[in-house]
Nanobody
């Protein structure tokens, strides 16, 4: 059974930084993509970033390019999202997702089978 557990969310002031972690367990597949999505109240789930296990290729949503960085630690089976220069529009529940695949997937929720429970990020002064 695949499990994804996010951590690292919290309250931060505008301009601040946070690092989210997603620890994966139960992976039995060799190649996979992992992604971060977020969902603000009353809005659709939005793709933030994704990374592929084999070549480390990454993709970012337009709203976070240049501010967020995704990375993958194979030894720990953990994906990270470093978020810098946060602004109130980044406030949302952030979800980790995973899918066995040989290719980097688009940032579309239906492409991913496994999901974490989410972690709240609030950017406010």
């Amino acid at each position: 059974q695949v499990q994804l557990v996010e951590s690292g969310g919290g309250l931060v002031q505008p301009g601040g930084s946070l690092r989210l972690s997603c620890a994966a367990s139960g992976f039995t597949f060799g190649s996979y993509a992992m992604a971060w999505f977020r969902q603000a109240p009353g809005k659709e789930r939005e793709g933030v970033s994704c990374i592929h296990s084999d070549d480390g290729n990454t993709y970012y949503g337009d709203s976070v390019k240049g501010r967020f960085t995704i990375s993958l630690d194979h030894a720990k089976n953990t994906v990270y999202l470093q978020m810098n220069n946060l602004n109130p529009e980044d406030t949302a529940v952030y979800y980790c997702a995973a899918e066995p695949t040989l290719l980097l997937l688009p940032l579309i929720p239906r492409e991913y089978e496994w999901w974490g429970q989410g972690t709240q990020v609030t950017v406010s002064s």
